[in-house]
């Protein structure tokens, strides 16, 4: 699946490679599970980490430049949501991003729902992707088995919480965290939930329920999503110029009625004469058109260019 990454930390040449699955749910954009990857100091996790994706079996790889960690992280919750923000690649159509669940009327239409995620294969010495299809517990039913086998701890239960257990098979095992839980519907693959590290397989694992998340992820995107939405610009600038992308320009929120603007990873520097490429022909590079809004009349904003 072309949206199901991993997040790869190693912090120095003496330590082993951390793994923790992600999900792509936009261009440049993943979503995982707090629980791995809010531990780690910014710093560190900016500078030593890359996350992996694959195209055709071929694996592709890019560097991460922003996190945003759901609030319920800081209140206790360490199975709860993180925002992942990439830089830019030169072939844009390699993100692949997955659909997010809008509506529970969409349940009905859920032939059958798997869970999707990276294993180490020791024999091939590689993560490989496993998929398989699950069942639904009963939040009772759920309770009751962790419970019995006193794995019960309050903190590690998600504030929204589903529970699904493998069919077909008896095979008991650890299930890792960040896994998608997905169903592949007449308009293609749904995300409904993000697996938490513990009891999985034939065993009810538990998952976060991604559908309460929604808004709040949707309105973090809209602040902090590049200003050059259309992929296509990427790949003509490098057609035409000869190099990998002009700054990207990111919305940085500093306080629910402020806004800011600032240039990341610019790969090359070059004047160019007003919006074109070409002078000569007048040929459109760059538009952009933003609406902001705020929760009072006045908003304080910085915007600059050079």
Known sequence: ?????????????????????????????????????????????????????????????????????????????????????????????????????????????????????????KKRMRLEQDIYPVDFVSRTMCEEFYFSEEINFEYLWPPHTMCYKAMHTSDTCVMSSGMALASNSSDGWILLGLSTTGPGCALPGRYIEILPYVKWIKDHIEVRKTTRRAQYYHEAIHNVLGYNSFIDMFFSKLTDKSLTMEAKYANYTQIVKGCYYDEDTKTLMYLEEDIFMTQSPVAVGVYAVK
């Open 1 to 121: 699946m072309p949206w199901m990454g991993a997040l790869i930390y190693k912090p120095d040449n003496h330590s082993m490679e951390e793994v923790t699955n992600i999900v792509l749910i936009e261009y440049r954009i993943a979503i995982g599970n707090a629980k791995e990857i809010g531990s780690v100091d910014w710093e560190s996790l900016e500078t030593n980490s890359r996350a992996m994706f694959y195209d055709g079996g071929n694996p592709w790889f890019c560097g991460l430049i922003g996190r945003i960690l759901h609030p319920e992280y800081d209140q206790g919750y360490v199975n709860t949501l993180v925002i992942l923000f990439f830089e830019n690649i030169e072939k844009p159509s390699l993100w692949r991003p997955i659909r997010l669940i809008n509506d529970y009327k969409e349940v009905s239409r859920w032939i059958k729902i798997y869970n999707v995620g990276y294993k180490d294969s």
